[in-house]
T-cell receptor, first 118, second 111 residues
Framework: EAGVTQFPSHSVIEKGQTVTLRCDPISGHDNLYWYRRVMGKEIKFLLHFVKESKQDESGMPNNRFLAERTGGTYSTLKVQPAELEDSGVYFC????????????????FGPGTRLTVL | GQSLEQPSEVTAVEGAIVQINCTYQ??????LSWYQQHDGGAPTFLSYNALDGLEETGRFSSFLSRSDSYGYLLLQELQMKDSASYFCAVRPFLAGTALIFGKGTTLSVSS
């Protein structure tokens, strides 16, 4: 079974440019999460999709970030325009629906996209 | 707010035992999880404690004490491949299913 995949693995852009990150979750996983880790800090939650619906976007830093999950499969996270403080590693994770996953509901992470804004 | 504290770095030698502590401040949560991340890789799930006590999975064990707001990950018979970052995480009752992570502990195992 394929794991969570993310594209690109690395992205270097200049301040003011736009970048779109993609995440393909494990097939059949209803829950999809975006997280970000800024160097030396904790992995922080950004938002959560259940199928194609945004369940919780309380962690999105500001309106320069836009996430979509059309059709409830893959998801994109667009940063427009990018700022220096947006640099970090963006992780995507997926998990089964709550009934199947139970209280533990293990989240499976992708390898992340390392974004550098110059 | 909710926060989890871990040591930033731990060093040990092959064959040794190491304990990585995690203290937290959170109003209520479903369980304490541990994730391992090798450089440049995906965080991978290691263990989960829903109840107080010890959970053992091979060389790794994890412990939770809700009354002490404390947990730990115990790694035994350390191997070089255990060198990685280790994160504790909780899923608070009021945060949907999102995880709240600690800053991570970098474990370096030497020969």
């Amino acid at each position: 079974e394929a794991g969570v995949t993310q594209f690109p693995s690395h992205s270097v852009i200049e301040k003011g440019q736009t970048v779109t990150l993609r995440c393909d979750p494990i097939s059949g996983h209803d829950n999809l999460y975006w997280y970000r880790r800024v160097m030396g800090k904790e992995i922080k939650f950004l938002l959560h999709f259940v199928k194609e619906s945004k369940q919780d976007e309380s962690g999105m830093p500001n309106n320069r970030f836009l996430a979509e999950r059309t059709g409830g499969t893959y998801s994109t996270l667009k940063v427009q325009p990018a700022e220096l403080e947006d640099s970090g590693v963006y992780f995507c994770a997926s998990s089964q629906n709550s009934l199947a996953g139970g209280p533990r509901n293990e989240q499976f992470f992708g390898p992340g996209t390392r974004l550098t804004v110059l | 707010g909710q926060s989890l504290e871990q040591p930033s770095e731990v060093t040990a030698v092959e064959g040794a035992i190491v304990q990585i502590n995690c203290t937290y401040q959170t109003s209520g949560f479903y369980g304490l999880s541990w994730y391992q991340q090798h450089d440049g890789g995906a965080p991978t799930f290691l263990s989960y404690n829903a109840l107080d006590g010890l959970e053992e999975t091979g060389r790794f064990s994890s412990f939770l004490s809700r009354s002490d707001s404390y947990g730990y990950l115990l790694l035994q018979e350390l191997q070089m491949k255990d060198s990685a970052s280790y994160f504790c995480a909780v899923r608070p009752f009021l945060a949907g299913t999102a995880l709240i992570f600690g800053k991570g502990t970098t474990l370096s195992v030497s020969s």
